[in-house]
């Protein structure tokens, strides 16, 4: 039996403290309360040990339901809960800019080689996609919802088309499992990046605006930036009375 040296055992169990901490406060900032947050991650890790097989043949297709659909019914959540119509389209059409730059960043930058080392070997796909996604996402998107649904169904749809072109072109034997490596796949972690730059990047305006702001913009949109605790506590004081 192999034995794991005491500490690389300690590096993964900090590398893993670390990943899931910034994961809880990367979902935190998507108006979900902490419970919710802790409730996505964990459905992410158990649903990591879940695969589900779509297509079969020549190149068989499968959908890991941690890495892929988790992810995917979050942001469908989240994109029926943004503030606004327009917000709504626009992370849409962010998501699609997305997807295209992840193709563009794939065909250029991996082309004719293997991976991981790509046509200029120097990063993995694994990052390269998910810094791709989360800066086109955020600057598609411009909102910390915006950001992960676009950086999120980017990369699926990426992936998605990825089996389509290979399946219409003939290519050999393979096989496309969309959202493989569960908790650590590039759309779990495109999204964790789309939102923690949009955090970053926000915080840095709002503070040298003096403060968030809401001056002008729809009641709707405002209340759909804050956090559901945040709402409750405001509402007996916007009122005289405490709504249920």
Do not use: C
Not at 9 to 35: C, E, K, M
Not at 53 to 61: D, M, T, V, W, Y
Not at 124 to 147: I, M, N, T
Not at 172 to 177: E, S
């Amino acid at each position: 039996m192999t034995r794991f040296p005491v500490g690389l055992i300690v590096l993964v169990v900090v590398s893993l403290i670390i990943y899931f901490g910034l994961a809880h406060r990367a979902l935190d900032r998507l108006r979900l309360s902490d419970r919710g947050a802790l409730a996505v991650i964990a459905a992410i890790i158990l649903g990591s040990f879940i695969t589900i097989p779509l297509a079969g043949g020549r190149i068989p297709l499968s959908v890991n339901v941690g890495g892929a659909l988790v992810p995917l019914g979050l942001s469908v959540y989240l994109l029926f809960k943004a503030g606004t119509g327009r917000e709504q389209v626009r992370a849409l059409v962010a998501a699609a800019v997305t997807a295209l730059a992840i193709f563009a960043a794939g065909s250029l930058l991996m082309r004719g080689l293997a991976e991981p080392g790509g046509r200029f070997e120097f990063l993995d796909s694994l990052w390269l996609y998910p810094l791709v996604a989360g800066v086109v996402g955020y600057l598609a998107g411009r909102s910390r919802r915006g950001a992960f649904i676009a950086a999120t169904l980017g990369v699926l749809a990426n992936d998605a088309g990825y089996y389509f072109w290979l399946a219409a072109r003939g290519a050999p034997a393979g096989r496309v499992p969309i959202g493989g490596a569960g908790a650590f796949d590039a759309i779990i972690l495109s999204g964790v990046f789309a939102v923690l730059i949009a955090e970053v990047v926000g915080e840095v305006r709002e503070r040298a605006a003096g403060g968030p702001a809401v001056a002008g913009r729809p009641p709707e949109l405002v209340r759909g930036l804050r956090k559901p605790e945040l709402d409750a506590q405001s509402r007996p004081e916007e009122g005289g009375e405490k709504h249920e």
